[in-house]
Structures are given as C-alpha cells and as structure tokens.
Nanobody, 123 residues
Framework: QVQLVESGGGLVQAGGSLRLSCAASGRAFGNYALAWFRQTLGKEREFVAAISRSGDSTSYADSVQGRFTISRDNAKNTAYLQTNSLKSEDTAVYYC????????????????WGQGTQVTVSS
C-alpha cells in the first residue's frame, strides 16, 4: 500500500510555471506506476501524464504535450509534474495516482490517490 501527498500548487499568471510534487510513503515505491490527473468543478477527472515504474517511459495528454514533464525519483519516493507555459484552461485540482506495475491513462485502474493540489492560472 502507498500513501500520496501532493504539493506545489498555487496561483500563477498565464505563461508561468509550477512544479508539482507527489510524495509517497509506504513500501516499494518503485513497484508503482504513477500518473497525474486533473479535475475542474462539474467535469470528469482527466488524464494528464503518466510514468512507468523505472521512469523510462512516459505518456502525456495531447493538451499538455510539450508543456508538461512528468518525472520521478525513486530514491526520494517522489514524483514530479513540471508545468510550463501555463494556460487558463490548465486551472484545476491536480491529483497524483499510483497503481502496481503498468501505467495507464485510465483513472479507474489506479488504486491510490492523493488529496489533490489546486493550480489556478490567471489570464
């Protein structure tokens, strides 16, 4: 089992950057694929980015490709989402999620979730 805590959200102007962190506690962090999802009020939680257990494979939503970068440091039990060139439509609560073994874009395949961190982009 793993517990996830996100941090790094905040208020930023359009065009700015934020680095979100996802700190994990529990055992065998390296056995979990990780992903970031985001959600705005009244909308479905949507996939943003995912990374394999070793960090050598990643996947991105088309809307963030080229602007966001997902990474992880297994020695520190932490994953990151570097967000650049932020747009107003990136405003959402960002969630970190984990599942054993293989990463996915499907939120229903993730067993563990953090509490979320708010990102607000002002235009």
């Amino acid at each position: 089992q793993v517990q996830l805590v996100e941090s790094g959200g905040g208020l930023v102007q359009a065009g700015g950057s934020l680095r979100l962190s996802c700190a994990a506690s529990g055992r065998a962090f390296g056995n979990y694929a990780l992903a970031w999802f985001r959600q705005t009020l009244g909308k479905e939680r949507e996939f943003v980015a995912a990374i394999s257990r070793s960090g050598d494979s990643t996947s991105y939503a088309d809307s963030v490709q080229g602007r966001f970068t997902i990474s992880r440091d297994n020695a520190k039990n932490t994953a990151y989402l570097q967000t650049n060139s932020l747009k107003s439509e990136d405003t959402a609560v960002y969630y970190c999620a984990a599942q054993r073994w293989t990463y996915s874009r499907n939120k229903y395949e993730y067993s563990y979730w953090g509490q979320g961190t708010q990102v607000t982009v002002s235009s």
